[in-house]
């Protein structure tokens, strides 16, 4: 198998993650006998200060012109005074758009092993395994009128929701697609109670789910779907829903699994797909060597399973991960109470590196019996 992939490291710890994943891609390739082409471009804050454009064409271009893209963080504090559309988080959005890809899939898995980490008691916590499947193009990030006017003195701010039959079906068809590889369930969570646009996302929803007669389907509010998973996140299987009330809740069953750090987020449907962590550019760590990498090489294993149809070589990743944390290694951000190695940024990279190496002797060993 050949990749052409392209890297955009971003801002803050961005660079110091990505730099583990590659590297992990680097390990599958050679124990697999695969090959990865990589080509590196600027976006965000590091852009802007080389290009003045948070998104330089140079850069869309790579990305249009690759396989995959594989994305570290953006985000400085340095521009936070800038309007939004001159922002590092800009260059995300418009490439975002610019890929196509209308679903971002988030897994959020509450590891046995680090559940001491999360702010949920272990018993509710651990063993939870979600697939949150968030639209991606459209809702309030991208509805037009947008913007802040002034009327007599007062200043007034408008955002528009907007979404369409064809937008909530594309996405509503990957979550089914999934949850068939999965537990089977699906929760569609809206505000129906209140937005025109959550009615017409629970009808579509609801049309697509008959042509998926083995799913079992409910419909949540969003303030009810928020209760339900710190009471009972393992009630759920995939969690279907648009933009906003995905980043939201994406962020909150993030921090259940016990870190912003472990989780790794594939947006798919256009050309090419887009693979990047779900946590930010966290300035307050950067340049320290705590970063947590396991969101960054779960995404690479994402990229292998979505864009390389990988399905082996993403699980051996997503095992060398789980065998990292069997052995008790942590970063800070994952410490246990209770003892466990502390392990820096490029400690835990090499981890996942050495468990593969294992994983593959393992598999080698069986085959040569
Ligand atoms: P953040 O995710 O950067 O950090 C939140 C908290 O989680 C911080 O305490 C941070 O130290 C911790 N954290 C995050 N990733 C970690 C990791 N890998 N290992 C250990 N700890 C980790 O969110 P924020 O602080 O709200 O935002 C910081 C900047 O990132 C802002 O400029 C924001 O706009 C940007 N941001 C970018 C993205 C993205 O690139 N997709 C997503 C969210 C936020």
């Excluded at 850069?59 to 590092?88: I, K, N, Q």
């Excluded at 916590?125 to 509805?143: H, K, P, Q, S």
């Amino acid at each position: 198998m050949q990749l052409k992939i392209t890297v955009l490291e971003g801002d803050g710890i961005g660079p110091e993650v990505t730099c583990e994943a590659v590297r992990t891609l680097h390990a599958v390739a050679a124990l697999n006998g695969h090959k990865f082409d990589f080509a590196t471009g600027k976006i965000g804050g590091e852009a802007i200060r080389q290009t003045g454009s948070p998104l330089p064409t140079a850069t869309l271009d790579m990305c249009m012109a690759s396989d995959a893209v594989l994305l570290g963080a953006v985000g400085s504090p340095e521009f936070d005074a800038l309007p939004a559309t001159h922002r590092p988080e800009a260059g995300l959005l418009l490439l975002r758009r610019a890929m196509g890809n209308y679903a971002n899939l988030r897994p959020a898995i509450a590891y046995e092993e680090i559940a001491s980490a999360s702010p949920l008691r272990p018993e509710i916590a651990a063993g939870a395994d979600i697939l949150i499947v968030r639209e991606l193009l459209g809702g309030l990030y991208f509805g037009e009128p947008r913007g802040i006017s002034y009327d007599n003195g007062n200043s007034v701010a408008t955002n528009t929701m907007t979404y369409s039959a064809h937008e909530i079906q594309r996405v509503a068809r990957v979550a089914f697609d999934a949850a068939m590889r999965r537990k089977k369930k699906v929760a569609s969570v809206d505000k129906a109670n209140v937005l025109e646009t959550s009615q017409l996302w629970r009808r579509i929803v609801s049309e697509v789910a008959r042509d998926y007669p083995d799913v079992m389907l409910e419909h949540l509010y969003v303030d009810a779907c928020a209760m339900h998973l710190i009471k009972n996140p393992k009630r759920f299987d995939v969690i279907l829903t648009e933009n906003l009330f995905g980043d939201i809740l994406s962020d909150e069953a993030a921090v259940i699994t016990g870190s912003l750090g472990m989780l790794g987020s594939a947006s798919i449907g256009g050309e090419v797909g887009l693979y990047e962590p779900v946590h930010g550019s966290a300035p307050d760590i950067v340049g320290q060597g705590v970063a947590n990498p396991v969101g960054a090489i779960a995404s690479a294993a994402m990229l292998l399973r979505y864009t390389g149809k990988l399905e082996q070589e993403a699980k051996d990743i997503e095992e060398a991960i789980s065998l990292v944390l069997k052995a008790g290694y942590r970063t800070p951000d994952i410490k246990s109470p209770i003892g466990g190695v502390m392990a820096s940024t490029s400690e835990m990279g090499q981890l996942v590196i050495e468990a593969l190496a294992e994983i593959a002797d393992r598999r080698y060993a069986y085959h040569a019996v």
